[in-house]
């Protein structure tokens, strides 16, 4: 975990009980004796992640409808941490990274550079804005192709003070392509970021909920579902992960001039090879791999430009 992240301590499950009352009938108690979660279950895994945003973001509302992808706050704040700094690497004078001072939530260092990044297929949680705009005063253009995700994400961002003024939420298209349509002509971003579809069928997608269903031990009972949730463009899309890097690379060529850094989550360690065959087919020379996570949900942010 990000030595930033606020999350490196085991979570107070009774205290996040208090901030989200129905928390309360998802904790476990564990052979050892320790409270815990049913992790197995999406409404505990929404209902943990509402606790956290409430509680240590100052958020006023957020909620999914069911279904919808339902994001980790902590590991999502390892994605947000790692741009950070990568950022603040590239500004001139700052000391190595690591050693900056995080800001207060949602505020901008005086004299601090404006911050603007693109999130690719934001969802209905909208949360990598939220974390950027909390923990690092940013500003976002968030995109997703589906409507009834940005009607949610809007809500989320309307319905909490010091958001709407950071996000700009926009519709994607076409959802054959990912950065045609909505970087549009004069606009610069400091960086690009995305949680990529895994999966290339609904039925890969349903084989991934088995496994993990029988790996938490489960031999029966209700047809297993990922626990946390995802709709169509969330979890799969044609050619799967490798396709959509291999789409992110080519698109990235065309508005190379308009982003700082392109990044991306990549979830197993052979697609960075899928990468770098196709950014050596464009010119891109400037890459970077950083990993992140701890024990087995370790992933990759993959980082390039012209």
Same mark, same amino acid.
């Given at each position: 975990m990000h030595p930033r992240n606020r999350y490196a301590q085991p979570h107070d499950f009774p205290a996040l009980a208090k901030v989200v009352p129905g928390l309360a009938d998802h904790l476990i108690t564990t052979p050892d004796g320790r409270t815990s979660l049913n992790f197995a279950s999406p409404v505990a895994v929404r209902l943990l992640n509402q606790a956290l945003l409430l509680r240590d973001y100052n958020l006023k509302f957020w909620d999914? +409808?069911?279904?919808?992808?339902c994001p980790g706050v902590p590991g999502r704040l390892d994605y947000i941490?790692? @741009?950070?700094? @990568?950022?603040?690497?590239?500004?001139v004078g700052l000391p190595p990274a690591g050693l900056i001072n995080v800001p207060a939530q949602g505020k901008r260092k005086k004299g601090a550079p404006r911050i603007t990044g693109l999130d690719i297929g934001t969802g209905a949680s909208l949360i990598y804005p939220i974390l950027g705009v909390k923990e690092y005063g940013w500003n976002?253009?968030?995109?997703?192709?589906?409507?009834?995700?940005?009607?949610?994400?809007?809500?989320?961002?309307?319905?909490?003070?010091?958001?709407?003024?950071?996000?700009?939420?926009?519709?994607?298209?076409?959802p054959s392509t990912i950065f045609h349509n909505v970087i549009r002509p004069g606009e610069?971003?400091?960086?690009?970021?995305?949680? +990529?579809?895994?999966?290339?069928?609904?039925?890969?997608?349903?084989?991934?909920?088995?496994?993990? %269903?029988?790996?938490?031990?489960?031999?029966?009972?209700?047809?297993?579902?990922?626990?946390?949730?995802?709709?169509?463009?969330?979890? %799969?899309?044609?050619?799967?992960e490798p396709a959509f890097?291999?789409?992110?690379?080519?698109?990235s060529v065309d508005c190379a001039s308009q982003v700082g850094w392109f990044t991306t989550l990549v979830s197993k360690k052979g697609y960075l090879k899928i990468a770098e065959i196709e950014f050596g087919r464009l010119g891109i020379t400037t890459t970077r791999t950083i990993r992140i996570g701890q024990g087995g949900k370790l992933r990759r942010v993959l980082c390039w430009r012209k």
């Open positions: 999914l +409808p069911k279904g919808n992808l941490h790692t @741009l950070a700094e @990568l950022l603040e690497e590239d500004q976002f253009v968030a995109t997703d192709v589906s409507e009834r995700s940005l009607k949610v994400a809007t809500a989320i961002s309307k319905f909490n003070p010091g958001l709407g003024k950071k996000v700009v939420l926009r519709r994607q298209s076409d610069r971003f400091d960086f690009t970021m995305c949680n +990529p579809p895994f999966f290339d069928s609904a039925e890969a997608a349903s084989a991934a909920a088995q496994l993990k %269903w029988e790996k938490l031990g489960k031999t029966n009972g209700p047809s297993p579902t990922l626990n946390f949730g995802g709709q169509a463009n969330e979890l %799969w899309t044609e050619g799967g890097l291999r789409q992110m690379s080519r698109e």
